[in-house]
């Protein structure tokens, strides 16, 4: 089975700072990572599909980068209303799996 | 609109029976998967299968596989998770989200069902 790694587990940064948390997978699998926001007390909420696209609707200051083994997400200046919890999410046909990341909780310094 | 709308909170004794529904709106229901999601108290999110209501294919993650049954009633656009025999380890929040046959993403999800196990 596939393992994610998502680093750090939190992360205290300021307004208007520059933000990224990487996510690394035990084996190749391409661009099938995809990265959500979970908000205290809500549902998570898609951002990032596809390594890099941009779900619609969602600000441009939020990007994903990446392929293969090594994945970045960047919140290009921290606004007050990011403070969330940030996962990857990969998922593997052979087994039919879909794994999320432990996770990054973020926090406003 | 898309929405996914779960059934509320429970509290039960660990050994009871229980079933928990999301029902789907504003989309061709038989034409996406629901997965659902379990999120235990403080902890990260964790996959526990997905079904398509189209023909009821259902796919289980190995942890979770024999420990609960995903089910869906197309007729009534609604999804469905449930144990015979609830733990107090299965106290946790369990999301329902939709994925898109063909993508890896889940893109719109419930608001969340609390199952509270507890004697």
């Known amino acids: 089975d596939i393992q994610m790694t998502q680093s750090p587990s939190s992360l205290s940064a300021s307004v208007g700072d520059r933000v990224t948390i990487t996510c690394q997978a035990s084996?190749?699998?391409?661009?099938?990572l995809n990265w959500y926001q979970q908000k205290p007390g809500k549902a998570p909420k898609l951002l990032i599909y596809?390594?890099?696209n941009l779900e619609t609707g969602v600000p441009s200051r939020f990007s994903g980068s990446g392929s293969g083994t090594d994945f970045t997400f960047t919140i290009s200046s921290l606004q007050p209303e990011d403070i969330a919890t940030y996962y990857c999410?990969?998922?593997?046909?052979?087994?039919?799996?879909?794994?999320f990341g432990q996770g990054t909780k973020l926090e406003i310094k | 609109e898309v929405q996914l709308v779960q059934s509320g909170a429970e509290v039960k004794k660990p050994g009871e029976s229980l079933k928990i529904s999301c029902k789907g709106s504003?989309?061709?229901?038989?034409?996406?998967?629901i997965g659902w999601v379990r999120q235990m108290p403080g902890k990260g999110l964790e996959w526990m299968g997905i079904?398509?209501?189209?023909?009821?294919?259902?796919r289980y993650s190995p942890s979770f596989q024999g420990q609960v049954t995903i089910s869906a009633d197309k007729s009534i656009s609604t999804a469905y998770l449930q144990w015979s025999s609830l733990k107090a380890s299965d106290t946790a929040m369990y999301y329902c989200?939709?994925?898109?046959?063909?993508?890896?993403?889940?893109?719109?999800w419930g608001q969340g069902t609390l199952v509270t196990v507890s004697s």
């Open positions: 989200a939709r994925n898109k046959v063909g993508a890896t993403t889940f893109d719109y």
């Open positions: 504003g989309y061709s229901f038989t034409s996406y998967w």
């Open positions: 079904i398509y209501p189209g023909d009821s294919d259902t």
């Open positions: 084996q190749d699998i391409s661009n099938y």
């Open positions: 596809d390594a890099s």
């Open positions: 999410q990969q998922y593997d046909n052979l087994p039919y799996m879909y794994t």
